[in-house]
């Protein structure tokens, strides 16, 4: 069965820092590829999605940015973080029939 | 533009009582229809999907979901709510020409609180 890590599960960082959050599919070839972020009360955001290896599409501009460097990993980068970066970061796979998530990134800028 | 609506921002009922959240969607074609639940600090677990055929759509944990296209709605319902139902139930719509995470657009949510 097809299973999706990511992590880690929290993470404070400070203002202006790096970051790199890592996400990685089991059981499926060629899925695609997804990074959401999730605001309090305001739902799902779909920030970058892949169809394959070095195909990163973006869905909306920000300080952020996406990488697939090998079929099954999908990256979710910054070179220096914001305060409004802060939030609930999900990863996501889908071949047909809808997403499955992985368990979230909480991550908190200081 | 596909978007989907959940009224209830926050439901509260007591353990045993029934469920019902709401979901209603526009979508120009026949959409795919989806809920998810989430658990505080967890990802999104797939409760159901709906396709195509058979309008009432059974799901994990006891849930189950009726797409009325005459009323743009895809309802969640369950018989007998367990404490352990507590958490948040998103409603997504997608194109149905893939089902693809990129062409789905999901409601805001709806907080369960179940009371003992």
């Known amino acids: 069965s097809q299973t999706i890590h990511q992590w880690p599960a929290t993470l404070v960082q400070p203002v202006g820092s790096p970051l790199s959050l890592e996400c990685t599919v089991e059981g499926t070839s060629n899925p695609n590829l997804y990074w959401y972020r999730q605001a309090a009360g305001r739902g799902l955001q779909l920030l970058f999605y892949?169809?394959?290896?070095?195909?990163i599409s973006s869905e909306v501009p920000q300080n952020l940015s996406a990488s697939r460097p090998q079929d099954r990993q999908f990256i979710l980068s910054s070179k220096k973080l914001l305060l409004s970066d802060s939030g609930f970061y999900l990863c996501a796979w889908s071949l047909t029939g809808g997403a499955f998530f992985g368990q979230g990134t909480r991550l908190t800028v200081v | 533009a596909q978007s989907v609506t959940q009224p209830d921002i926050h439901i509260t009922v007591s353990e045993g009582a029934s469920l019902e959240l709401r979901c209603n969607y526009s979508y120009g074609a026949t959409p795919y229809l989806f809920w998810y639940v989430q658990s505080p600090g967890q990802g999104l677990q797939l409760l159901l999907k709906y396709f195509s055929g058979d309008t009432l759509v059974q799901g994990i944990k006891g849930f189950e979901a009726e797409f009325k296209r005459s009323q743009s709605s895809f309802n969640l319902r369950k018989p007998s709510v367990h404490w352990s139902d507590a958490a948040e139930y998103f409603c997504?719509?997608?194109?149905?020409?893939?089902?693809?995470?990129?062409?789905?657009?999901f409601g805001s949510g709806t907080q369960l609180t179940v009371l003992p």
């Open positions: 997504a719509v997608g194109a149905v020409a893939s089902g693809s995470a990129r062409q789905l657009t």
């Open positions: 892949s169809v394959g290896i070095g195909q």
